[in-house]
């Protein structure tokens, strides 16, 4: 439970009003043994948005935090400590820390059901199993948030899924990675500035 004491006394000094306010989460884990896994496509994405606005990750409270500010709009990447089962917890606190709005979060999170490097822009939708949208849905008490879904793909045989998405990607798909989480990166910027369903007729299907 977090206390109200601890958001007082941890806020941020950003004046951005909340609802110009964005909290983009990528879902990972963290460890060297897990860099470069498919699981972690989030903090991908992530690395790759900050380094394309210049900002850079600080370690803070349930996770490592990047900030910048686009046409007046607030960003905060999250990528969470917890481990993707307990996402939702860093999601809550951040949320709750800078009174960012669910409407203005976005979910990054691999996607078993999309060939590798399909994108696709949700606003609502069930776990489909995923131990790091369960978290978050629970956390939250709503499945109304957007999330980001990004293929890895399904090449794997019967009863080997978990070593599939805790393995490295291939050399084939680590060289294409680059390409599709700049689109990624697109869709965040789309999101916060046309806002949702404009940026999936754009984006989704293609």
């Known amino acids: 439970m977090i206390k109200l004491f601890d958001i007082f006394r941890s806020r941020?000094?950003?004046?951005t009003p909340p609802e110009m306010k964005y909290l983009i989460v990528g879902l990972g884990n963290i460890g060297?043994?897990?860099e470069q896994t498919r699981h972690n496509v989030g903090f991908e994405v992530l690395?790759?948005?900050?380094?394309?606005?210049?900002t850079k990750f600080e370690e803070e409270r349930y996770g490592a935090v990047a900030t910048y500010?686009?046409?007046?709009?607030?960003?905060?990447?999250?990528?969470p400590n917890t481990y993707v089962n307990l996402s939702g917890k860093a999601i809550n606190y951040w949320l709750q820390k800078e009174k960012i709005p669910v409407s203005n979060?976005?979910?990054?999170?691999?996607?078993?059901?999309?060939?590798?490097?399909s994108l696709r822009l949700k606003t609502k939708g069930g776990d489909a199993g995923h131990n790091g949208l369960k978290s978050i849905q629970?956390?939250?008490?709503?499945?109304?948030?957007?999330?980001?879904?990004?293929?890895?793909?399904n090449d794997f045989s019967k009863g080997r899924q978990v070593d599939f998405v805790l393995g490295k990607w291939s050399d084939e798909e680590w060289s294409a990675l680059l390409e599709r989480t700049k689109v990624a990166g697109d869709i965040v910027k789309s999101f916060a500035t046309i806002g949702a369903a404009r940026t999936m007729s754009q984006f989704n299907n293609k």
């Open 47 to 54: 690395d790759a948005i900050a380094k394309d606005n210049d």
């Open 12 to 15: 941020s000094k950003d004046n």
């Open 69 to 79: 500010k686009f046409k007046a709009r607030s960003f905060f990447l999250l990528k």
């Open 138 to 153: 629970s956390t939250l008490g709503t499945a109304a948030y957007s999330r980001l879904r990004f293929g890895i793909g």
């Open 32 to 34: 060297a043994e897990y």
């Open 105 to 117: 979060l976005l979910v990054i999170v691999d996607d078993l059901a999309l060939p590798f490097g």
